[in-house]
C-alpha cells in the first residue's frame, strides 16, 4: 500500500491527489478536522462543556474550515460527501450530547447548522460569485471564460 501511495499520489495545496482522479482525497481533510476537535476538547467541546450553542460556534469557526479548505475548487462524489459528513455528524450529536440513533436532520435542525453537502455548495457558489465580480482583464476572469468556451455540458468540471 505504502508503494501505491508514493507512486500515485502527490499533494497540492494541502490536498492529497491520486493520479488520474477528478476529486482530491478527503480521508486527510478528515484526520485534520478531528485533531483539530480533540485540540478543542479542553476548552469545553462536549456534551458536559460549554454552552452547545458557544460549542457550535466555535466548530463553525475552527473545524469547518479545516474540514472544508479547498475542497471548493473540485466536484466531489457522494462516497467522499458520505465521509465528510459522516465525521461532521458525529462531531455535532457528540456536541450537544445527542443520541447515536437520532436522525440527521434532527440533530442539524436542533444546532441550526448545516450539513457538509450545502456547506461545500455553499462554498463553490461563494467562489464562483467571486470570480464572476472580478474585473474582465484579471487572469481567473480569462480563465473562466476559457473553460466556458472549451468544456461541454457534459464535463465534470463544477465551473460549467
Known amino acids: 500500500m505504502l508503494k501505491l501511495m508514493q507512486k500515485s499520489v502527490c499533494e497540492h495545496l494541502g490536498l492529497l491527489w491520486m493520479q ?26 462536549h456534551d ?39 465525521f461532521y455528524h458525529k462531531l ?28 461545500h455548495h455553499l462554498r463553490i457558489m461563494e467562489m464562483f460569485g467571486q470570480i464572476c465580480r472580478l474585473p474582465e482583464n484579471h487572469t481567473v476572469n480569462n480563465v473562466a471564460l476559457r473553460q466556458l468556451a472549451v468544456k461541454t455540458n457534459k464535463s465534470k468540471s463544477w465551473f460549467i
Not at 21 to 45: E, Q, W, Y
Not at 62 to 77: D, F, I, K, Q, S
Not at 96 to 105: F, L, R, T, V
Open 20 to 45: 488520474g482522479a477528478l476529486a482530491p482525497r478527503v480521508d486527510n481533510k478528515v484526520t485534520l478536522a478531528r485533531r483539530t476537535s480533540f485540540a478543542l476538547t479542553c476548552i469545553g467541546i
Open 92 to 119: 455535532a450529536r457528540q456536541i450537544h450530547g445527542i443520541p447515536m440513533n437520532a436522525a440527521k436532520e434532527a440533530t442539524y435542525l436542533f444546532l441550526n447548522t448545516l450539513p457538509v453537502e450545502c456547506l
Open 48 to 86: 458536559k462543556g460549554i454552552n452547545p450553542i458557544a460549542s457550535i460556534g466555535t466548530i463553525k469557526c475552527y473545524v469547518e474550515p479545516r474540514l472544508l479548505t479547498g475542497l471548493n475548487a473540485t466536484v466531489l462524489n457522494s462516497v467522499k460527501i458520505k465521509e465528510l459528513d459522516r
